[in-house]
């Protein structure tokens, strides 16, 4: 059963880059079925999804963020990783690394990390 | 980007009672919608994929139906464990969204 587990910093300076890893256990991270993905939310808020990699190295974006975030995989660790660059308070939210598995005609967002809370301030 | 709205945003009901919530979609999903279920402090659990798909080991009262543009999540004979924040995501193109949620309170 595959599991995540986010890890990173709780506090970034605002303009700094938020990095965050989340570690894949109990599974490949080179399944060609699971597209790793970030999703936050700020507190009492909706969900958002940040953007996602494929063990290709493809990768996909949420256009909201401007081109400030980058996903990378590294296999060799069973991990990927989020960077989000010129951090306002506006990113201050939970944080969590989930699997998008695709199968025929059916996709879902399973399994997730915990979550990470990451808060800007200076 | 795709708009999921959800409705009701705010559900008051008792142990026991039928729900349904409704999610309504601004482009025509097929059946690519899941459901989660999310308590606070936690993270969002699968409940349902493929609109209407129960994922494994998620009890028999949940149930989801719909297609293309407007779906609905029932939860018949409320549990207490089942008071919580229920949301819709499309998964059908770039980029994924969520509906607001939808509180569900006793």
């Known amino acids: 059963q595959v599991q995540l587990q986010e890890s990173g910093p709780g506090l970034v300076k605002p303009s700094q880059t938020l990095s965050l890893t989340c570690t894949v256990s109990?599974?490949?991270?080179?399944?060609?079925?699971?597209?790793w993905s970030w999703v936050r939310q700020p507190a009492g808020g909706r969900l958002e999804w940040i953007g996602r990699?494929?063990?290709?190295?493809?990768?996909k974006y949420n256009p909201s963020l401007r081109g400030r975030v980058t996903i990378s995989l590294d296999t060799s660790k069973s991990q990927f990783s989020l960077k989000l660059n010129s951090v306002t308070a506006a990113d201050t939210a939970m944080y969590f690394c989930?699997?998008?598995?695709?199968?025929?005609?059916?996709?879902?967002?399973?399994?997730w990390g915990q979550g990470t809370l990451v808060t800007v301030s200076s | 980007d795709i708009q999921l709205t959800q409705s009701p945003s705010f559900l008051s009901a008792s142990v026991g009672d039928r729900v349904t919530i409704t999610c309504r979609v601004s482009?025509?999903?097929?059946?690519?919608l899941a459901w989660y279920q999310q308590k606070p402090g936690r993270a969002p659990k699968l409940l349902i994929y493929?609109?209407?798909t129960l994922r494994s080991g998620v009890p028999s009262r949940f149930s989801g139906s719909g297609s293309g543009t407007e779906f609905s999540l029932t939860i018949n004979s409320l549990q207490p464990d089942d008071f919580a924040t229920y949301y819709c995501?499309?998964?059908?193109?770039?980029?994924?969204?969520f509906g607001q949620g939808t509180r569900l309170e006793i």
């Open positions: 493929a609109a209407s």
């Open positions: 989930a699997g998008w598995y695709t199968i025929d005609q059916s996709r879902w967002f399973d399994p």
């Open positions: 109990g599974g490949s991270i080179t399944n060609n079925n699971y597209y």
């Open positions: 482009q025509d999903m097929s059946t690519y």
């Open positions: 990699v494929h063990t290709s190295g493809d990768t």
């Open positions: 995501q499309h998964l059908n193109g770039y980029p994924i969204t």
